[in-house]
């Protein structure tokens, strides 16, 4: 089994900045993707940016420029630094892990940009 625990979630007005992180314990196998995914309220869960074992990363169109992806193998961690922050980017943000067939999902982070 795979937990992952997100942090970094917030308030911020528009324009500022934001870094979340997502720790994963557990059964983590080496080769694995791991991504962030929003969901606002009535809208449906979407892919932010992933990010593979080897580092290689992709983006959604909306945050591109904006947006950082990371991840710190050793330590089972990945981050997203997110700037320019704007009050579209307001939603849920899920942590996700990929590995073996199988997906495995974090609780959440609120994330809050007044408009």
């Known amino acids: 089994q795979v937990q992952l625990v997100e942090s970094g979630g917030g308030l911020v007005q528009a324009g500022g900045s934001l870094r979340l992180s997502c720790v994963a314990s557990?059964?983590?196998?080496?080769?694995?993707?791991m991504g962030w995914y929003r969901q606002a309220p009535g809208k449906q869960r979407e892919l932010v940016a992933r990010?593979?074992?080897?580092?290689?990363?992709s983006f959604a169109d909306s945050v591109k420029g904006r947006f950082t992806i990371s991840r710190d193998n050793a330590k089972n961690t990945m981050y997203l630094q997110m700037n320019s922050l704007k009050s579209e980017d307001t939603a849920i943000y899920y942590c996700?892990?990929?590995?073996?067939?199988?997906?495995?999902w974090g609780p959440g982070t609120q994330v809050t940009v007044p408009s």
């Open positions: 996700l892990l990929s590995q073996m067939g199988s997906d495995y």
């Open positions: 557990g059964s983590i196998f080496r080769i694995n993707v």
């Open positions: 990010i593979t074992w080897g580092g290689i990363t």
